[in-house]
T-cell receptor, first 111, second 112 residues
Framework: SQQGEEDPQALSIQEGENATMNCSYK?????LQWYRQNSGRGLVHLIL?????REKHSGRLRVTLDTSKKSSSLLITASRAADTASYFC???????????FGTGTRLLVSP | DAGITQSPRHKVTETGTPVTLRCHQT?????MYWYRQDPGHGLRLIHY???????DKGEVSDGYSVSRSKTEDFLLTLESATSSQTSVYFC???????????FGPGTRLTVL
């Protein structure tokens, strides 16, 4: 069963706008990760947040984690056309990196 | 793609035939994983390996077997391919002590 569910399923914005994607999961976790997938390519790791962290930044990315609500959000600020991709959250509940992925959010950033 | 290759990149086969997909890494990472990606399901873990000859099942392991006789190679075998195994298969690797997985480019498998 899928642990992570993401919304929205698709998001269309203009360059320069911010994009926010949300992920919900069902059980306790060790960490939550976000990955990006460009069309036809493998996934690329973006950022990891541990269960004892609430917020993390990396460049234009900001991730929050609310373990009481079992949810996370990914914010991409000042979006660029190159950010067009699918974004997936993935959770590790076992500590052995047996990741469970969400169904993803397709982001389209128009010039 | 972090020194990970997958072969073949595309394959079309018929129902009932055995198929083997290969994942090769040059990073000497301990952990290796096989996922399948299907529309509406995201990625699902099939099998993983935590060392040479050490493997375990993932969420969707039925109909699949794996082998790892060398650190650099992780093979996924579909013993008797079915149309439900039509998918894109991704291999991933991870270094011991880290939580980041690096993905290969994927293999698109079509079972007719």
């Amino acid at each position: 069963s899928q642990q992570g569910e993401e919304d929205p399923q698709a998001l269309s914005i203009q360059e320069g706008e911010n994009a926010t994607m949300n992920c919900s999961y069902k059980t306790s976790i060790n960490n939550l990760q976000w990955y990006r997938q460009n069309s036809g390519r493998g996934l690329v790791h973006l950022i990891l947040i541990r269960s004892n962290e609430r917020e993390k930044h990396s460049g234009r990315l900001r991730v929050t984690l609310d373990t009481s609500k079992k949810s996370s959000s990914l914010l991409i600020t000042a979006s660029r056309a190159a950010d067009t991709a699918s974004y997936f959250c993935a959770t590790d509940a076992t500590g052995f990196q047996k990741l469970v992925f969400g169904t993803g959010t397709r982001l389209l950033v128009s010039p | 793609d972090a020194g990970i290759t997958q072969s073949p990149r595309h394959k079309v086969t018929e129902t009932g035939t055995p198929v083997t997909l290969r994942c090769h890494q040059t990073e000497n990472h301990r952990y290796m994983y096989w996922y399948r990606q299907d529309p509406g399901h995201g990625l699902r873990l099939i099998h993983y390996s935590y060392g040479v000859k050490d493997t375990d099942k993932g969420e969707v392991s039925d109909g699949y077997s794996v082998s790892r006789s060398k650190t650099e190679d992780f093979l996924l075998t579909l013993e008797s391919a079915t149309s439900s195994q039509t998918s894109v298969y991704f291999c991933a690797i991870a270094e011991d002590g880290t939580d980041t997985q690096y993905f290969g480019p994927g293999t698109r498998l079509t079972v007719l």
